[in-house]
């Protein structure tokens, strides 16, 4: 069956990095667009950023710049660097494509 799972989050301080790797099976991940969303404390769930099958990337504003999203398709895993980390960036981060989602994994940034 189709999983998605996402590893990778952690508390750190503001102006940190993180990256995060989504792990995926059950799928021909290759040909499939892959995205990351989050949900901040108290809020929706948003877009964060895009990866398609030929490589093309799309960010929300918020984090150009700042966050890279990223694929290898021998490891059917896409990854999201995310660098100059804010308080506001603090959320669950998901792993989606074609209809699933993975668990989240949980990134906090404070200080």
């Known amino acids: 069956q189709v999983q998605l799972v996402e590893s990778g989050g952690g508390l750190v301080q503001p102006g940190g990095s993180l990256r995060l790797s989504c792990a995926a099976s059950?799928?021909?991940?290759?040909?499939?667009?892959v995205n990351w969303s989050r949900q901040p404390p108290g809020k929706e769930r948003e877009w964060v950023a895009t990866i398609t099958s030929g490589g093309t990337t799309m960010y929300k504003d918020s984090v150009k710049g700042r966050f890279t999203i990223s694929r290898d398709n021998a490891k059917n895993t896409v990854y999201l660097q995310m660098n100059s980390l804010k308080p506001e960036d603090t959320a669950v981060y998901y792993c989606t494509a074609k209809t699933y989602w993975g668990q989240g994994t949980q990134v906090t940034v404070s200080s």
């Open positions: 059950g799928f021909t991940f290759s040909s499939e667009t």
